[in-house]
């Protein structure tokens, strides 16, 4: 079974959303490893003396104990277009280090920065994030996405969004869509503009 992993922000020296990663990483433990204790990344993320101010990504690579811990300044891309791709089979439910489906699909990418995979005719994820889209009054993120994000979590736990089912032939019904993951909060998020976002 491929290992997986979490991927938490660290800005200006505080982990963001731990809560959130903390419930995810054991539910997978769980299900996947028959594990019932219980790993708080409080206590295996030891942030090296030398991170000082400024963003990094860490990420912790683990199965039923945590493996390896991964520190880099995280450096966002700039995703301004994506490709719809439809896959009918492809699963994506927990974040395996195996990524091999998701990495075919962004080879269809063709000139688009990303890729925004459709199933069943719902809109799900992009190759590496959740997505929420803007309709003139609020942001709604799709009800089918392959994976669960901790920041999707946070925020419909908050309720700063909502979700509901979203089909390709909605996207004309929003003004904008925003990439979403543990790195990318809502409030920093680029605007893709809709028509920037076809087959």
Do not use: C
Not at 74 to 93: F, M, N, T, W
Not at 166 to 175: P, T
């Amino acid at each position: 079974m491929s290992l997986l992993f979490e991927t938490i922000r660290l800005e200006n020296g505080e982990l963001q959303n731990l809560e959130f990663h903390n419930s995810r990483l054991n539910k997978s433990r769980s299900a996947f490893f028959g594990s019932t204790d219980f790993i708080d990344l409080r206590n295996v993320i030891q942030i090296p003396n030398d991170i000082g101010q400024g963003i990094y990504k860490v990420k912790v690579i683990y199965s039923q104990a945590a493996e390896e811990v991964i520190f880099a300044p995280y450096i966002p891309g700039k995703i301004e277009s994506l490709r719809l791709v439809a896959d009918e089979q492809i699963v994506y439910s927990s974040k395996f280090t195996d990524r091999s489906q998701l990495d075919k699909l962004f080879q269809e990418r063709g000139l688009y920065d990303d890729i925004l995979i459709v199933k069943a005719g719902n809109i799900t994820d992009t190759s590496f994030s959740n997505i929420v889209f803007y309709d003139g009054s609020r942001w709604i993120t799709p009800a089918t996405p392959l994976l669960e994000g901790t920041m999707r979590n946070y925020l419909l736990t908050n309720k700063l969004i909502s979700e509901k089912t979203i089909r390709v032939h909605d996207l004309h019904h929003f003004q904008k869509a925003r990439l979403i993951n543990a790195m990318l909060p809502l409030a920093t998020g680029t605007d893709i503009r809709i028509e920037k976002i076809s087959f």
